[in-house]
């Protein structure tokens, strides 16, 4: 469409600025056109008139039907400023602005701006003091001031605006174009943008940004560390905050507008009224009372002295409801302190939550509500895709739980990593099921061989354990300490994975497959049994405790059966169990590396890979079955190393899982080799282990010596 100047020298008397939208009814409320300061417009001579149009956009020129031009000279964006042309259907005059945000991509390069109804262009209308038109009422239509249009919907009325632009001779090319423009997310709908009068928080106001990027910096802990970032980056660009909502329901606004001067206005001594009146009644006595009831003795409008009031309709943005939840909250329970360790929410509230508490706070308290913030991704499907009822890939979490169970959901949360966007799928529940048993069967091992242990009478002291006891225990030292920092840091998949390997690998891999025998065959009261108990009571009190987190039922069921110590208070739940500690004799806090039993077996452990390959090719060849069936046999040729293996024989054949041990030192061979033989002696009925003794006691001769005593004792 064009526009005439008017009043414009240097210019022939039958000129016109070539401008477009995007939205007809939006120009009853035009007051400018917008041009780049530094694109350069062609003045044109054209059987339409002389038009101005953008030199990089002289191509659109035949789609108007303009076929032919002579072209009368080149002018700059910035002395296009200030000229003066008339509005069509003359309601006013509008006027030449400049903005960066002009395109030179499409349309003409003159741009049709309406402060009222659009963010860039209510930013160019502060910048040029321009009037803020808004001729359309809160339901989308055009009031009284819009002439011939008044009382139609907006988008109602664009086919009328563009037949009257058309027979105004102004429209030059009416066209289809396909561009973004934002929706309503429930009904999806387009949206209309209309300047209305709202409160504001004033984010400048006493240096309060300046203050909360301070305190972004120094006093909070943005979990991950990225947050800090994103977080300075959005309160150092906001604008002022709109604090008014117009809505039915909500938390009202207590204003007060006069029914004289028609000023809206805020009282401290209304606003205490009110607190005082919310705090027997709630809030919608904002609604429900008559205005007469909030207003002080002898009252009158501060404006005109005016005596009538009506109440302002206005609520409360939503945000600052929510943001205030730590002064509703943490102020008012003596058991919970402010600021608070941990606000967590999606990674989009470093434009929402945690930006709306922290305004608030640092306006209230000068300090932040919560020491740290840590933010997540979102919920998506295996595809990648955002959970969506109309794609129907939703998974409700009733399914979940009807057929794996409240904990996977729980573990699947725990073991991804938050900081993406998470994904989810019954593929991926069924495979977080399998390592969940393997926690679960863990757990329900140790316990099968605790039925009769009692902590408090059981219990071998620490230099009475195994080696392979201290061993596994170290290993929890270890774990606690991962673990433990894991949390700490909010890493849970990382805590997921440390205890879910401790279960896997150290556990069922080495550990306890090691000492079923003992726990098996040995005398019930025995202290190579009651060693094993001790060490796997130790390993479950910690484990089931650090596995509650997550697996909160699975630890609680855990923790009903787990032997109690009578010495120590009892708990009435898992969950109010103090965090484990580690045991610096467990530990062997203060010793050396190399000195630690870690390193005393943990030589002889990494030897398992290479004992097993050995035992699976005798296997193989036919020359035995079980492992327990063998005899495995080390060789090195380091004296230093020989006296070494030497002291651990009587724990080898538990670490192999063989039948017997035996020591050689080879002064011409290879630092350290693995042979397997057939074990001596017969097979023992009761322990399938191969001894010399077997046969031996006539009462019972098919059983091994060790086992003889342990039925007598």
Request: aromatic letters at 10%; glycine letters at 6%; hydrophobic letters at 40%.
């Amino acid at each position: 469409m064009k526009f005439k100047l008017e009043e414009a020298k240097n210019f022939l008397p039958d000129t016109y600025l070539a401008i477009w939208t995007t939205t007809p009814w939006t120009m009853l409320a035009n007051v400018a056109v917008a041009a780049h300061p530094d694109f350069a417009y062609s003045y044109i001579k054209t059987e339409k008139g002389n038009l101005i149009v953008a030199s990089l956009r002289l191509a659109v020129l035949p789609a108007m039907g303009i076929s032919k031009f002579s072209l009368i000279r080149e002018i700059r964006g910035r002395d296009l400023e200030g000229l003066l042309y008339a509005r069509p259907f003359g309601l006013r005059k509008g006027k030449v602005v400049l903005a960066e945000y002009v395109s030179g991509e499409e349309g003409t390069g003159l741009v049709h701006t309406a402060p009222g109804h659009g963010q860039e262009d209510y930013l160019t209308g502060i910048k040029y003091k321009l009037d803020m038109v808004m001729p359309v009422d809160e339901k989308g239509n055009f009031d009284t001031s819009a002439g011939e249009f008044k009382g139609l919907n907006v988008y109602a009325a664009n086919k009328g605006i563009v037949e009257k632009l058309r027979a105004l001779d102004l429209l030059l090319l009416e066209d289809k174009l396909r561009h973004s423009y934002p929706f309503c997310w429930r009904c999806r709908h387009p949206l209309i943008f209309r300047a209305t009068k709202q409160w504001f928080l004033n984010i400048d106001q006493s240096g309060l940004r300046q203050r909360l990027l301070a305190a972004i910096d120094r006093e909070i802990e943005w979990i991950p560390p990225e947050g800090r970032e994103r977080i300075s980056a959005m309160v150092a660009s906001r604008p002022d905050w709109c604090l008014s909502r117009q809505r039915y329901w909500g938390v009202p606004i207590p204003a007060l507008i006069c029914g004289l001067c028609r000023e809206e206005f805020l009282s401290p001594e209304v606003m205490d009224n009110f607190a005082r009146i919310v705090a027997d009644e709630g809030s919608d006595s904002w609604f429900i009372r008559e205005v007469t009831d909030f207003l002080p003795a002898d009252f009158s409008c501060p404006a005109c002295k005016g005596k009538k009031f009506s109440k302002g309709a206005d609520i409360l943005d939503v945000w600052f409801d929510s943001g205030v939840s730590h002064q509703a909250v943490l102020k008012k329970r003596k058991d919970l302190e402010l600021p608070c360790a941990l606000y967590l929410e999606g990674s989009d509230q470093h434009r929402g939550w945690f930006q709306s508490s922290l305004i608030q706070a640092m306006c209230i308290d000068g300090r932040p509500p919560f020491k740290s913030a840590l933010t997540h991704g979102h919920v998506v499907d295996a595809q990648g895709r955002k959970m969506s009822k109309s794609l129907g890939n939703v998974i409700p979490p009733q399914e979940i739980i009807k057929d794996f169970g409240a904990d996977i959901i729980r573990l699947w949360a725990a073991s991804s990593d938050y900081k993406e966007d998470i994904r989810i799928s019954p593929l991926i529940l069924s495979r977080l099921s399998e390592a969940y048993r393997k926690i679960r069967n863990t757990a329900r091992f140790i316990l099968s061989n605790l039925y009769d242990f009692r902590p408090g009478n059981d219990r071998v002291g620490y230099d009475d354990l195994k080696k392979i006891d201290k061993w596994i225990l170290f290993k929890l030292s270890e774990l606690l300490e991962t673990a433990g920092k894991a949390y700490d840091n909010f890493e849970f998949n990382r805590a997921y994975k440390e205890i879910y390997d401790f279960c896997n690998e150290e556990l069922s891999m080495y550990y306890l497959d090691m000492v079923k025998g003992r726990l098996y065959t040995s005398a019930a009261d025995s202290r190579q049994r009651r060693s094993a108990q001790t060490a796997i009571f130790e390993v479950l009190d910690c484990l089931v405790r650090m596995m509650a987190p997550v697996l909160a039922f699975t630890a609680e069921e855990v923790w009903k059966h787990l032997p109690k110590d009578e010495k120590e208070p009892l708990a009435s739940t898992v969950h109010l169990l103090p965090w484990p500690r580690i045991n610096p004799v467990f530990s062997q806090s203060g010793l050396a590396p190399q000195d630690n039993i870690n390193a005393e077996l943990g030589a002889v452990i990494s030897l398992i890979p290479d004992a097993a390959k050995a035992l699976e090719e005798k296997r193989s060849a036919g020359q035995i079955g079980s492992s327990f069936d063998a005899k495995i046999k080390l060789l090195t040729n380091s004296q230093v190393r020989y006296t070494f293996l030497a002291s651990l024989k009587a724990d080898l054949c538990e670490i192999f899982k063989v039948s017997q041990a035996q020591i050689e030192h080879a002064p011409g061979g290879k630092d350290i080799a693995i042979e397997v033989d057939k074990a001596d002696g017969a097979k023992c009925a009761r322990c399938w282990n191969y001894a010399d003794s077997v046969g031996v006691d006539n009462e019972h001769p098919l059983i091994c010596r060790s086992c003889v005593e342990a039925l007598r004792r």
